[in-house]
């Protein structure tokens, strides 16, 4: 949260706080009033950074209706993205549209279960802000590579009623995946009613396994490749048991026993030559440049 400031006299998309999460992840405060009015819970934002930027989707990771921004958090790892990372405090976002996508829905379903993979802890943050005031008893797990990966702990333990970590390297928490703890919980015999699942789509994938077999509802929220975010490019084609889908429009949620996460993956990678390409170029210039 960027507290109750008065950023009116700013054009409208100005950043006004940045923070580097970690070596790689960044989060931006952004006056955009029009946009934090609308918000809800599990809605995404477009983004393009400068007139010949490519547009791509983020999630909301909070926001603040007194001052009029919004948080997205991120990690810089393709071109877009650092591109975004590179913008100071002050300098302005050439285009940004939502909020976009169905909001999450939210009841008092009793124990819900976020299962965060990475940065997904971002996309999870509002998500379980609105569980926990909806009454919801909500569990929270927390995977990352190692314990200096972790961000927003703070703010999830506000909104949890329990934290679990789990480390790639064992650092913090048990090592394994976030797929290992659910299975514990299960184990345990805990009462499970929900799971919401964010993060990479193979973790999504895993993940969900997990929960099949005792059919507990599960749900993914699916950040597939994105252009326009209206329903009009069909970049974001998804599978939904067996029936084509587009995960701007229709989603970004869906019950994950339906979704086709392979195919979701092999769409994923598809632009992976063109990304290195242009990284390379980007760097190339910002040589030339120096
Ligand atoms: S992003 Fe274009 S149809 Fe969804």
Known sequence: ????KDFTHLDLYTIVQKEKMDSSSTKLVIYAPDVA????????LIIKTHETSERFPLTFSDWNTQDG????????VGFSTIELGQLKVGEKIQALVGPLGNPSEIHNYGTVVMACGGLGVAAAYP???ALKEAGNNVITLLGAKNKDSFVLEKEIQKVSTKVMYVTDDGSKGKKGFVSDLLRELIDNKEQIDIVFVIG???MMMVTSEVTRPF?????????SIMVDGMGMCGACRVTIDGQIKFACVDGPEFDSHKADFKELMQRSKCYRD???????EGESCQCQNL
């Open 274 to 280: 063109e990304e290195k390409q242009a990284i390379h």
């Open 127 to 129: 998500i379980s802000r």
């Open 215 to 223: 059919s507990i509802k599960t749900v993914a929220s699916l950040t």
């Open 37 to 44: 009015a609308k918000v809800k819970a599990g809605q995404f």
């Open 1 to 4: 949260m960027s507290g109750n």
């Open 200 to 202: 990479t789509p193979a």
């Open 69 to 76: 921004t919004i948080t997205v958090l991120f990690r810089e």
